[in-house]
């Protein structure tokens, strides 16, 4: 196996995460920012996801994380495809990932699967759904 071959089977979604934020996030954020930076994708990105190689990551299974992210942490999760898509457009870039994967135009998609299910979803023997709460 070439080194080439063997730096993008290497190149896990964590490994480039961290690179690109060593690189790139820490020379211009403060140590807080830096580190929050960092931390919400290590906490937030599913473990399987994150250990993958950066090659293997497909759209679909991107987009069901992103599912999975709005129903846990629906804050946090329009910051998550941001992160991810300047990580993967840096791993495009350096040619560490060859494929392309823009998990921010994924979010819609994912943030209008959470809506519905928002107003669908039992909530308290209410007939509205949760789709009630803003409008008493």
């Known amino acids: 196996m070439a080194a080439a071959e063997r730096a993008q089977t290497d190149a896990t979604l964590a490994r480039v995460a961290r690179g690109y934020h060593a690189r790139v996030i820490e020379p211009v954020k403060s ?9 919400s994708l290590e906490r937030l ?3 399987a996801l994150w250990q993958a190689p950066i ?14 992210l709005y129903r846990r942490v629906l804050e946090t999760a329009s910051r998550i495809p941001q992160r991810l898509d300047v990580i993967f ?35 308290c023997n209410c007939p509205h759904g949760l789709a009630c709460l803003g409008n008493p």
Request: net charge neutral.
């Open 89 to 123: 457009a840096d791993a495009q870039f350096h040619s560490v990932c060859l494929i392309t994967v823009r998990s921010k135009s994924m979010a819609p998609l994912a943030h209008r699967f959470w809506d519905s299910f928002l107003s669908t979803a039992p909530c």
């Open 55 to 68: 090659n293997s990551i497909t759209a679909p299974v991107l987009l069901d994380a992103m599912i999975d």
């Open 31 to 39: 140590a807080k920012h830096g580190g929050e930076w960092i931390s």
């Open 45 to 47: 990105v599913p473990r």
